[in-house]
């Protein structure tokens, strides 16, 4: 990947190579730490496609620079594009040696069917009791294990490229190529994901590629030139530019535009061995107005840079994982592109959680719509049910005028027996539902409120909500098959045998080759009465023994520990299903399976 070392600084034996794109630019020097920031000292020399270079000796790791533009009357300091370190988002740009990939130790992140995504927020995370300021990569690392005991098998990280300010989500890059300065240095990110490796534990980072900035960007009008005083030669310089988070959508059709936002792809993957991407909002890649049936609107070079992009980071690495926030249900996303999809291998599913939330969150019960939770677990895009991302609980879900689900189910007693019971119910079906399950940082020991990014995760309701926990982990262990009798849960197939819309009861059937240990059936309880008896055709005949029950006391105290412990499906004539009865709790799921 010797293509990442062309761009930027790179250090070498007796000295450091510059390059920056700069195609309006009159002059271009290279003024730093290294020169007493003379003005004249290092002039560059323009070449090809408006890229300019030098070659300085003498300049060392941890030398400050900045580039100083000339474009007619204008005198521009900039910080490099590709600086892997800035001293803040308003400083200087920091000369740091390049990861070789073939440095990193090669990691086989887990198959894309057995995957457990757990979204964090470094700020938030990682922030110990003794730290001013927001979190770091250090801290966050330090739970780790806590993730391996959990259960967790990949830690999906928003963004922490260098954005404004010391307090972000991380949607607002500056500089996409540096660490975010609050959050740590490049080694420290570096050893997070290496000691995540260690733990079995793969890594995911979001990137931003919609829009950069809007503050502190340094890219805007960059080397001067600018069309309708918009931001040069980095961004569309017409209507095309326009985003709800301003006017800085880069420009896909030009072509070192692409190769900027392809070699930070690449960069993640090579220089710090993560194992996949989330891409944010994709919708405003391909889509001015973030729509679908917008012809008008449409950005066929959004689309195609897509493609180019996830093609690459295929090649480059086969295991890695690409993920779309798309969240407009387009199947086409995850299309391969020799068919003229986007080449994701997994995206967000709006339609999950929405039907999802919505029906948790219902007033009364008779308000909850049983064929909109049938068709959550059944959605799928195209054959491979694990082409989707399915949650209750992410970043966006929880705030923006929304809150955690136990908050939204009882505004102000987030630990009422109904937020508990509707959470985990909510939590019980991501993790039995065809796709890859996600929970969101402190979702398993019932954080409430919303999030937002100068809150740190409260550490001690681990304590306060230990059966939550346990709970989750029970599940997790389940969705895993880590006792053989859930193999199911790994399996592509699903069928939703048994629905009653007036007692708003629901059962489907997982599968992945049918038979003992296998075959996984979840019953859920979506009203506030318990069932006693209640009849149910089971998919095969014998003893059917339950693997989780959430009523249970094991859980939290408040729970009625309710329930049957086992379901015994026989025909009641010769030619008939076989029946089972059972006993279930009000919001309450049953898992079984057979030995």
Request: glycine content about 8%; some cysteine; overall charge negative.
């Amino acid at each position: 990947m010797e293509l990442l070392r062309d761009k930027g600084a790179v250090l070498h034996d007796k000295g450091c190579r510059f390059s920056v794109w700069a195609p309006h630019a009159d002059d271009v020097f290279v003024t730093g730490s290294f020169n007493n920031w003379d003005k004249q000292a290092n002039p560059m020399i323009p070449g090809k496609n408006g890229v300019w270079k030098a070659d300085i000796e003498g300049v060392k790791d941890g030398d400050e620079y900045r580039y100083r533009i000339i474009n007619g009357d204008k005198e521009l300091y900039r910080i490099d594009p590709y600086a892997r370190k800035v001293t803040d988002s308003r400083g200087n740009g920091v000369i740091r040696p390049l990861q070789l990939c073939s440095d990193m130790k090669p990691f086989e992140p887990p198959p894309m069917n057995e995957l457990i995504i757990y979204e964090i927020h470094i700020g938030t995370f990682g922030k110990t009791e003794d730290q001013s300021g927001p979190g770091t990569l250090e801290g966050a690392a330090r739970h780790l294990p806590y993730l391996r005991d959990l259960g967790i098998n990949a830690v999906e990280i928003m963004p922490l490229a260098e954005f404004a300010g010391s307090y972000s989500w991380g949607y607002n890059p500056a500089h996409i190529f540096a660490v975010e300065s609050e959050y740590g240095r490049l080694y420290q990110f570096r050893k997070f994901v290496e000691e995540a490796h260690r733990l079995g534990i793969a890594v995911i980072l979001d990137v931003v590629y919609n829009h950069f900035g809007p503050d502190d960007l340094d890219l805007w009008q960059f080397d001067g030139w600018s069309e309708n005083n918009m931001g040069g030669i980095y961004f569309y310089n017409d209507w095309r530019a326009e985003t709800p988070w301003g006017h800085t959508r880069p420009d896909y059709g030009r072509e070192q535009v692409r190769r900027f936002i392809r070699d930070n792809a690449l960069m993640w993957l090579c220089e710090y061995n993560i194992d996949g991407l989330r891409w944010d909002m994709t919708s405003y890649i391909r889509n001015v107005h973030g729509h679908d049936g917008d012809p008008g609107g449409d950005l066929p070079d959004g689309w195609s840079l897509m493609q180019q992009v996830t093609g690459e980071i295929k090649d480059f690495r086969p295991t890695a994982i690409n993920i779309a926030e798309d969240l407009q249900n387009n199947a086409a996303l995850t299309k391969m592109p020799e068919d003229g999809g986007a080449g994701f291998d997994t995206q967000w599913n709006a339609r999950f959680v929405h039907n999802v939330r919505k029906n948790l969150l219902a007033r009364h019960d008779h308000y909850r719509n049983m064929d909109e939770i049938r068709d959550a677990i059944l959605h799928r895009y195209y054959l491979n049910a694990f082409e989707r991302v399915i949650y209750t609980e992410s970043h966006d879900e929880v705030a923006n005028g929304k809150a955690r689900v136990p908050e939204e189910v009882d505004p102000g007693s987030a630990s009422s027996w109904a937020a508990k019971k509707k959470s985990l119910l909510g939590a019980a079906l991501v993790f039995t539902t065809p796709g890859i399950p996600m929970i969101f940082q402190g979702q398993e020991f019932l954080e409430d409120d919303w999030f937002h990014d100068q809150d740190p995760v409260d550490w001690s309701k681990l304590e306060t909500f230990h059966g939550i926990y346990l709970f989750y982990r029970d599940i997790i262990a389940l969705r895993r098959n880590k006792h053989g009798n859930t193999l199911g849960l790994t399996g592509q197939e699903v069928d939703v045998f048994h629905m009653s819309h007036e007692l708003k009861m629901i059962a489907w059937h997982r599968w992945s080759q049918g038979g003992p240990g296998d075959s996984t059936v979840v019953i859920a309880n979506f009203s506030g009465n318990e069932r006693h008896d209640y009849e149910i055709v089971m998919p095969s005949p014998g003893k059917w023994i339950v693997r989780l029950n959430s009523d249970s006391n094991h859980y939290d105290p408040d729970f009625g520990n309710n329930g049957c412990s086992e379901v015994h499906a026989e025909p009641k004539d010769q030619d008939s299903p076989p029946v089972g009865k059972i006993r279930i709790a009000p919001y309450s799921v049953l898992i079984l399976s057979r030995d």
